[in-house]
């Protein structure tokens, strides 16, 4: 059964979406095997690298409940959270799957996000409709409310990154 396969889900600020959060409880994630998250950093240009900068700025200190850790290069345009790490990475390249009409999305408090299952059981989630690319991975092994860290980011994303198409 597949409660994502729709091409866009709006889910509330309010926690209690049972369905979708059993799912992504039972299912989300990416875990490290040491102690420090690794994260590979983007290589946009100027105008979304300064997108990214503020991005950074306005970023939660706790998400998911769990504080703020950052991975490894450290740089403004990846963040992480708890161990195993939630990570988001600002200023990826736009996955070729937004093509896609039957792609899985969700909007989350204005931001709309598209759904990726990874092999690991991780769910790799990337912004849509915005000036640059926000890419958060959830790690399978992370449990509670699998939506908390969209929850969690939708403002500073909103904040940070104008809504309308990237270049």
């Known amino acids: ?18 369905a979708l959060t059993v799912v992504l409880i039972t299912a989300a994630g990416c875990s490290s095997a040491d102690d420090s998250a690794r994260a590979a950093v983007p ?4 105008k979304v690298t300064k997108l990214c900068q503020n991005l950074d700025k306005v970023l939660p200190s706790k998400v998911d409940g769990q504080g703020r850790e950052d991975p490894e290069p450290a740089s403004a345009l990846t963040a992480g959270w708890g161990d195993p790490a939630i990570i988001l990475r600002c200023g990826v390249d736009r996955p070729a799957e937004m093509d896609d009409p039957e792609a899985d999305g969700v909007e989350v408090n204005g931001v709309g996000w598209l759904l ?20 958060v991975t959830i790690p399978k092994d992370r449990t509670g409310d699998g939506m908390a860290p969209l929850v969690d980011l939708a403002k500073s994303v909103k904040k940070a990154i104008p809504a309308g198409i990237a270049d």
Do not use: I, W
């Open 116 to 135: 990726q299952k990874q092999q690991d059981g991780s769910f790799r989630f990337t912004s849509t409709l915005r000036k640059a690319y926000v890419e």
């Open 1 to 18: 059964m597949n409660f994502f396969r729709h091409r866009h889900r709006t889910v509330p600020a309010v926690v209690g979406v049972p």
């Open 43 to 46: 290589g946009p240009g100027a």
